[in-house]
Nanobody
Framework: QVQPVESGGGLVQAGGSLRLSCAAS????????MGWFRQAPGKEREFVAA????????YRADSVKGRFTISRDSAKNTAYLQMNSLKPEDTATYYC????????????????????WGQGTQVTVSS
């Protein structure tokens, strides 16, 4: 099993920045990709960004392109989500997920394609 653990959430003003971290423990050699999703109250969980572990190839949702960057440190088994120019509509609980199969463009944004999930970290952006 792989256990993702998120950190770095908090309260920030609109236009500010936060960096989320997702540290994976357990059978990390079986991790092929990590993804970030978010869920606001009363809304569906939505895809934010993902990264393929083997080559660092990133994927991002259109809503965050130009503002959010995903990266990974393989030696630390950690994925990062750098969030800049935050907006109130970015307010949500952010979840990290690990995939133990090859990550493709078709699988990256689908919650059911991920095998392990973290508990989530709250991000609140005030206007």
């Amino acid at each position: 099993q792989v256990q993702p653990v998120e950190s770095g959430g908090g309260l920030v003003q609109a236009g500010g920045s936060l960096r989320l971290s997702c540290a994976a423990s357990g059978r990390t050699f079986s991790t092929f990709g990590m993804g970030w999703f978010r869920q606001a109250p009363g809304k569906e969980r939505e895809f934010v960004a993902a990264i393929r572990w083997s080559d660092g190839n990133p994927y991002r949702a259109d809503s965050v392109k130009g503002r959010f960057t995903i990266s990974r440190d393989s030696a630390k088994n950690t994925a990062y989500l750098q969030m800049n120019s935050l907006k109130p509509e970015d307010t949500a609980t952010y979840y990290c997920a690990a995939r133990t199969r090859y990550l493709t463009a078709q699988s990256m944004g689908v919650t059911g394609e991920y095998d392990y999930w973290g508990q989530g970290t709250q991000v609140t952006v005030s206007s």
